[in-house]
């Protein structure tokens, strides 16, 4: 099946710092991808859609100018935190959506855990 | 507002007992539900959808629009069906919205 990789799989940072979040498809070409947040014991709040090629769509409620996305590639999307604060701590997983038959499927990468210090 | 509601955040059962894990949904097109799973350490994986009407694991999920439900259910609960289970809804545009998750544990 198709696989995901994000990368780093954990990182911190300090208050104040950004920190980029790369999500890839490796053995097929993407060009919708996913970014969902997981806080703990809580399910996955979709953030936003990366569409490669165009500008990113945002979920009500989240702050574009803070998550910034970026699909420049039909492997490759990427989640900037700009200006982490430690309440954007959490759990970001990023999915792509790939074609099976006559319907779509996701593929999830395994997540990328960032800590806010 | 579209909205998927998993009621119960912990079940446990016994193997060999059937199971059944809610998911409840409010959409106002026409809804294509899935469920995944996820495995201790392992990343979210689709388990079954309805518009495949298939038996993955040995679970089954029927959608139920007069209930507005999507209910996973298994006769017999084995050990390695321990894991967190989402319900999710898929809107147009592919954008899926996914439920709290309830979390199976299998009493061997």
């Known amino acids: 099946g198709a696989v995901v990789s994000q990368h780093p799989s954990r990182v911190i940072c300090k208050s104040g710092t950004s920190v980029k979040i790369e999500c890839r498809s490796l053995?097929?070409?993407?060009?919708?991808m996913f970014w969902y947040r997981q806080f703990p014991k809580q399910s996955l709040m979709l953030m936003a859609t990366?569409?490669?090629?165009?500008?990113?769509?945002?979920e009500q409620g989240v702050e574009k100018d803070k998550f910034l996305i970026n699909h420049a590639s039909l492997t490759l999307s990427t989640l900037t935190v700009t200006s982490a604060h430690p309440e954007d701590s959490s759990f970001y997983i990023c999915?792509?959506?790939?074609?099976?038959?006559?319907?779509?499927?996701?593929?999830f990468g395994p997540g990328t855990r960032l800590t806010v210090t | 507002a579209q909205r998927v509601t998993q009621p119960e955040k912990l079940l446990s059962v016994f193997k060999g007992a059937p199971v059944e894990l809610k998911c409840n949904y409010s959409?106002?097109?026409?809804?294509?539900l899935f469920w995944y799973v996820q495995y201790s350490r392992q990343r979210l994986q689709l388990l079954l959808r309805?518009?495949s009407r298939e038996s993955i694991k040995g679970f089954t999920a029927d959608l139920n629009k007069g209930e507005t439900s999507f209910h996973l259910k298994k006769p017999f609960a084995q050990e390695e069906d321990s894991a967190m289970y989402y319900c999710a809804l898929r809107r147009t545009g592919n954008q899926f919205y996914f439920g709290t998750g309830t979390s199976l544990t299998v009493i061997p």
């Open positions: 990366s569409n490669e090629g165009s500008k990113a769509t945002y």
């Open positions: 053995d097929f070409q993407a060009t919708t």
């Open positions: 999915s792509a959506r790939v074609l099976a038959g006559a319907s779509y499927e996701q593929y």
């Open positions: 959409y106002s097109g026409s809804p294509e």
């Open positions: 309805h518009i």
